[in-house]
Nanobody
């Protein structure tokens, strides 16, 4: 049973950094892909960054150079380090995975399978003023 729990959001001033965490359980240990997404009010979720079990990374153009995705396999936790936050980064941030997905794609996406189930965490709010 896959479970994702995000944490680390908050209200910050522009220019500061935040690190979001995604605690993951139930993922295959040898192959996985986990993505970070964000959702602006009234908009659809958009991909931010993703990491797979090979350590491959991908980022959306809008966050390249400011956001870094990483993982601590021993803790089954993934991170999104966000630098120089701006008001336009204000959003709800989610992590997501499909147990059948194994590889990152481009633009911050994982290659989701056609037959698997996409699991989401509950999200963590980031507000930048």
């Amino acid at each position: 049973h896959v479970q994702l729990v995000e944490s680390g959001g908050g209200s910050v001033q522009a220019g500061v950094s935040l690190r979001l965490s995604c605690s993951a359980s139930g993922l295959p240990s040898s192959r996985y892909c986990v993505g970070w997404y964000r959702q602006f009010p009234g908009k659809e979720r958009e991909a931010v960054a993703a990491i797979d079990s090979r350590g491959q990374l991908t980022y959306a153009e809008s966050v390249k150079g400011r956001f870094t995705v990483s993982e601590d396999s021993a803790k089954s936790t993934l991170y999104l380090q966000m630098e120089n936050l701006q008001p336009e980064d204000t959003a709800m941030y989610y992590c997501a995975t499909d147990p059948l997905a194994s590889y990152v794609g481009t633009g911050g996406h994982c290659y989701w399978s056609r037959t698997g189930t996409l699991y989401w965490g509950q999200g963590t709010q980031v507000t930048v003023s």
